[in-house]
């Protein structure tokens, strides 16, 4: 069982930055993806940003050259840094984790911190 603590969340101008920090439980060397989903009021939930084991990210088109994500495995974290924060980007941030032991593929989810970009 993999247990994950969010934090960073808060209010912020619009045009502002904030960094969102995922702690971890666990052993990240079993983390095949880790990253973040958001939900904003009234809409589905978005896979914002994620990062691979391998190194490789991806982004939703909406946040590309505005967010960017990392992991520090040896930590056991994972991070999200935005910039140029809009009011659309006001939702509640998820971290998550995909633990692929041998054949078994396990999802995990943080209970969420809220984002709220005043504009």
């Known amino acids: 069982q993999v247990q994950l603590l969010e934090s960073g969340g808060g209010l912020v101008q619009s045009g502002g930055s904030l960094r969102l920090t995922c702690a971890a439980s666990?052993?990240?060397?079993?983390?095949?993806?880790m990253g973040w989903y958001r939900r904003a009021p009234g809409k589905q939930r978005e896979l914002v940003a994620t990062?691979?084991?391998?190194?490789?990210?991806n982004y939703a088109d909406s946040v590309k050259g505005r967010f960017t994500v990392s992991r520090d495995n040896a930590m056991n974290m994972v991070y999200l840094q935005m910039s140029s924060l809009k009011s659309d980007d006001t939702a509640v941030y998820y971290c998550?984790?995909?633990?692929?032991?041998?054949?078994?593929?396990?999802?995990?989810w943080g209970q969420g911190t809220q984002v709220t970009v005043s504009s």
């Open positions: 998550f984790v995909n633990q692929v032991v041998g054949d078994k593929s396990y999802d995990y």
């Open positions: 666990g052993s990240a060397d079993s983390f095949y993806a």
């Open positions: 990062a691979i084991s391998g190194g490789s990210t």
